[in-house]
């Protein structure tokens, strides 16, 4: 009997010990299968957000070639027919003059057709004609500073009354109220442009009637200041030849017959007006 007990006890021992390792088998395997399952989920994932990833770059690069070609073609194109582009260099009173600041004016301009210069003085009208073709930056900084009123009731501060050297000096927008200041001549706009339209005359850069704008000597210093011409005139040929007097030129002859006080002489030579000529309004049409 006793071995037949023990018999059986190992039978029964057994069998369940196989139970076990199936019950066990299964678990693995169906641990297996998710882990693989779990892994196709991760690479289809991977693969999913690499496409998105694909898609995204492709799509950005579209557009960015497609807005770099627009620039391309705007570039290639150039300003419209009859209009020139202009740089305006912004400047402030750290360069060492006085600035009023009216902003710039438009980049684009027009370089054909002419535009009339008109100046309403204390002692009668000043015209003049301003060729579009030549100097459409500074006819159009001009345009500019009309609209904004910038030399009205301002006074011209400089004259030089030599022989060959005749030439009246206004455009500084703080030349303004009773009698001269120190520090009349040292304005301007809060921009400078590009020298235009230098004069090719040798014999005659600067002839009578002129109005040439006054700079700093360096280049790209033109702002708003500038001498009319009453006498054919020898300077080097560094200042934009503006506009051509139609009227008027017998006052600004009249104001340098009457002399200057040496303010400034020897340099840059000449003074302040004796007779005073105030810009009472200033227009472009």
């Known amino acids: 009997m006793k071995d037949e007990s023990s018999s059986m006890e190992e039978t029964v021992s ?3 010990d196989r139970q076990r390792a199936a019950a066990r088998a299964r678990l693995e395997k169906e641990m297996a299968e998710r882990s693989a399952a779990a892994r196709k989920r991760r690479q289809r994932q991977a693969i999913f957000g690499s496409a998105a990833a694909v898609i995204l770059i492709a799509g950005a690069a579209f557009f960015v070639i497609r807005a770099l070609k627009k620039d391309e073609k705007t570039e290639a194109a150039g300003p419209p027919a009859g209009t020139v582009n202009c740089t305006w260099t912004p400047v402030d ?23 009339v210069l008109t100046f ?7 015209a003049a004609d301003i060729d579009l073709a030549k100097t459409p930056c500074t006819g159009a900084s001009y345009k500019h500073l009309a609209e904004q009123k910038f030399l009205d009731n301002t006074k011209c501060h400089r004259l030089v009354n030599k022989e060959g050297f005749r030439v009246l000096q206004c455009g500084d927008p703080f030349a303004t109220g009773e009698g001269y200041r120190d520090t009349d001549g040292q304005g301007g706009p809060s921009y400078t442009m590009a020298e235009e339209n230098l004069p090719t005359d040798t014999e005659k850069p600067y002839p009578a009637g002129s109005i040439a704008m006054a700079n700093t000597g360096m280049p790209n210093s033109t702002g708003s200041q500038f001498f009319i011409v009453a006498e054919d005139t020898q300077l080097p040929a560094n200042y934009t030849l ?4 139609t009227k008027g030129l017998d006052i600004v002859q009249e104001v340098v017959k009457a002399g200057d006080d040496g303010k400034f002489e020897p340099n840059p030579g000449g003074g302040r007006p004796k007779k005073e000529l105030l810009i009472k309004t200033m227009t472009v049409s």
């Open 14 to 16: 057994s069998i369940k």
């Open 93 to 115: 009173e750290a360069s060492g003059g006085k600035v009023k600041d009216v902003g710039l004016p438009p980049a684009n301009v027009p370089n054909t057709g002419s535009a």
């Open 120 to 126: 309403d003085t204390g002692l009668g009208v000043i």
């Open 242 to 245: 503006l506009g051509t007097i």
